[in-house]
């Protein structure tokens, strides 16, 4: 059993001038893996579209239909950090798709993988830091509706704090948000997760990881998972034009490391998403989720 990757089909919608940054990295995985002989092609599968159904998990009926619509007002759209397009508004239902199918493929094989996702910052009824869809709360619904999963934990150690997540699952005791971030970086104005972490900027590969071995043993002392959605962001990376912590190639692969030999000793399912990026060069970040999708891939096996 190999790993499945789930993701939206680039090639199928090229991708506008605008949105290049910050979505470009998602297409150049999508080509590197799609080259690469380590991921048969059998396991990479395009996503459908998130029905309305299932975005309102997470959201009010008004925003779904704002997004679908580009009638968002102007001040919602600034939050959202690009201009909207009807090509963005179906993106963005493809890549909720993609961890929908992540999860339950994680039911099946363990780990499975998005090439994208981990959109935390959006909110009930508002867009946020280039995320529309809260892909990890509806994901998560979807599994506890058909009565397949209780409770999951959500491990977010994308550098921004998962704001948007802690907000909407605030009063839903099902769900668990675990946030390590640099404390002063975006957004501005935290949440509450159910555990935060706020780490100094600069804080490097052994504070980051003895910070995230004590803030999991702490949140799994009140919580047993039976899904958990990891966002393996890549923008705590030294050379991240918005991270602002100081980690390496080798600090971020203990960290996947640590994180999914967690979840494989304990036999939870375990959904990686990718979330942030922002590498001063692309190909950091691309090389940076090429070698978490590797590591999801190592473990999986193991499972
Ligand atoms: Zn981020």
């Known amino acids: 059993m190999l790993v499945k990757f789930f993701y939206y089909a680039h090639h199928s919608f090229p991708l506008p001038e605008t949105h290049r940054f910050p979505q470009e990295k998602y297409t150049l995985l999508q080509n590197q893996i799609t080259a690469s002989s380590d991921f048969p092609k059998e396991d990479l599968i395009p996503a459908p579209e998130a029905t309305d159904d299932q975005l309102r998990l997470a959201h009010s009926a008004e925003y779904i239909q704002q997004i679908r619509d580009g009638t968002l007002p102007r001040k919602l ?177 203990a960290r996947d490391e640590y994180v999914l030999e967690l979840c494989r000793q304990n036999g939870w399912p375990t959904v990686v998403t990718l979330a942030g990026g922002y590498g001063k060069d692309i190909n950091d970040t691309v090389n940076l989720y090429y070698q978490s999708v590797k590591i999801a891939k190592m473990k999986q096996a193991q499972y």
């Open 77 to 253: 759209e600034r939050e959202m950090g690009l201009p909207w397009s009807p090509e963005l508004a179906k993106r963005v239902r493809h890549t909720v798709g993609a961890t929908i199918m992540a999860a339950r493929a994680a039911l099946e094989d363990g780990i499975a993988c998005t090439g994208g996702g981990g959109t935390h910052h959006a909110q009930w009824a508002q867009p946020q830091g280039y995320c529309l869809f809260n892909d990890i709360i509806i994901a998560s619904r979807v599994l506890q509706q058909e009565r397949l999963v209780s409770d999951v934990l959500v491990i977010d150690c994308d550098v921004h704090q998962g704001n948007g997540t802690a907000l909407i699952a605030e009063n839903d005791p099902s769900i668990f948000t675990f946030s390590i971030h640099c404390q002063k970086n975006f957004p501005a104005r935290k949440a509450k997760s159910d555990l935060d972490i706020g780490l100094p900027s600069e804080t490097g590969d052994a504070d980051y990881m003895q910070a995230l071995k004590s803030g999991l043993q702490q949140a799994l002392t009140s919580f047993s998972p039976e899904l958990v959605i990891y966002l393996a962001g890549a923008d705590p990376f030294s050379g991240d034009r918005l991270g602002k912590l100081n980690l390496s190639y080798a600090g971020l692969k």
